[in-house]
């Protein structure tokens, strides 16, 4: 194959993006080659595009990407659902592969947590295979990677964010152990808490409360699940905490999701919890997010509080099986609410910084 393809590169953070050309080589054992169909701007992209957290430069940002398979290497056959693969087939795959053995994959069953774990948008452009971000007219899909075949019946708008932000949500609320009857309590409601509330529901939960500061959020998340909404920017917190109280009846909810990554909520929901409550943290992805707690507070109420990072190859299959079998129930497409092309990568990435869009998907 002798051929190029455009990247979006940005040489380092805060810099404008260029559209720079790099060879597209033939695929190596276990590699798959893939044509860019769509892919979104994730919240973490927006971090380490702003230098919030280390990112390679020149980097290729994204790692929400879909795409038909362009070439197939040998050794790769089957996908995680042990499906055979073939070229032109559309597929997702894991945020994350690693190769190799592991004593997180291997005997904790975390294999998102292995050594040597890499993720995708997180490498240098400049370096062999060049295309390791979403950004781009190709991505080299790498061993170790966990491959899924999206059906035909699932539109690229909604199958685009099951890689991170569906089967994060997924692991979270597998986590949370949200089950029949749980009142659910959700803290931010960008991609993560609103397809947060829809999961919650679908599984069992008998009320689902969504917080935010944006209006138009709440007006959202009432579509995917929410059965009662408040905006945290019209009350005081002792406000907050009591009204969600209020509808949490007995005695608070059974579950919280944070998922705005901002550290001061965490107290708040504490505070708001059931004795033997469930506390799960998603949504804080940058460093020093430093948040006190009264320890006596924790051990009185019995709180559980557990950190989620990334997910099991797993709920990347149950992702896409919750969408399929959710899809006419909320209605997920409207959550990729705008479209830019590779030359729009600035002007996207303000609007998702902004918040003016909930997910921008780059078509090449
Ligand atoms: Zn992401």
């Excluded at 890499?118 to 295309?131: I, L, N, Q, T, V």
């Excluded at 964010?161 to 994060?168: D, E, K, Q, R, W």
């Excluded at 004795?275 to 998603?282: A, C, M, S, W």
Aim: aromatic share 8%.
């Amino acid at each position: 194959m002798s051929k190029t393809g455009r990247a979006v590169v940005y040489d380092a953070p805060n810099a404008p993006f260029h559209i720079r050309e790099y060879p597209v080589r033939d695929v190596r054992t276990g590699e798959v080659l893939v044509r860019i169909t769509m892919s979104t701007i994730c919240r973490s992209d927006i971090h380490s595009y702003h230098g919030h957290r280390p990112n390679p430069c020149p980097g290729i940002l994204g790692h929400e990407i879909i795409g038909t398979i362009e070439q197939l290497g040998d050794g790769i056959d089957y996908d995680l659902r042990g499906d055979r693969l073939a070229v032109g087939d559309r597929i997702t795959w894991t945020e994350f592969f690693a190769e190799g053995n592991s004593y997180y994959r291997d005997v904790h069953d975390m294999p998102q947590k292995a050594s040597g774990v890499r993720k995708y948008g997180h490498d240098r452009a400049d370096e062999d295979p060049h295309f390791l971000g979403g950004f781009a007219d190709f991505c080299y899909v790498l061993p170790g990677t966990g491959i899924l075949k999206l059906p035909d019946e699932i539109s690229d708008e909604e199958a685009v964010p099951l890689n991170c932000g569906v089967a994060t949500m997924v692991c979270a609320v597998e986590s949370a152990a949200i089950g029949m009857g749980d009142t659910v309590v959700v803290q931010g409601l960008g991609l993560l808490g609103i397809y947060g509330c829809a999961i919650a529901k679908a599984s069992g939960a008998s009320q689902v409360i969504a917080l935010d500061s944006v209006c138009e959020r709440l007006e959202v998340a009432k579509k995917f699940g929410a059965d009662y909404t408040f905006d945290v920017s019209k009350m005081t917190v002792d406000e907050l905490i009591s009204e969600v109280r209020d509808v949490a009846r007995p005695d608070g909810p059974d579950v919280i999701l944070e998922v705005c990554g901002v550290p001061s909520v965490v107290p708040i929901g504490v505070n708001m919890l059931r004795v033997g409550g469930r506390y799960v943290l998603v949504g804080m992805v940058s460093p020093n997010a430093d948040f006190t707690l009264d320890g006596y507070e924790i051990i009185r109420k019995w709180i559980t509080i557990r950190g989620v990072h990334n997910y099991h190859p797993r709920h990347l299959v149950q992702a896409l099986d919750f969408v399929i079998a959710n899809r006419n129930r909320f209605p997920f497409k409207e959550i990729v609410d705008s479209h830019f092309s590779l030359e729009q990568l600035d002007e996207a990435i303000a609007k998702a910084s902004e918040n003016s869009v909930l997910r921008a998907a780059i078509v090449p």
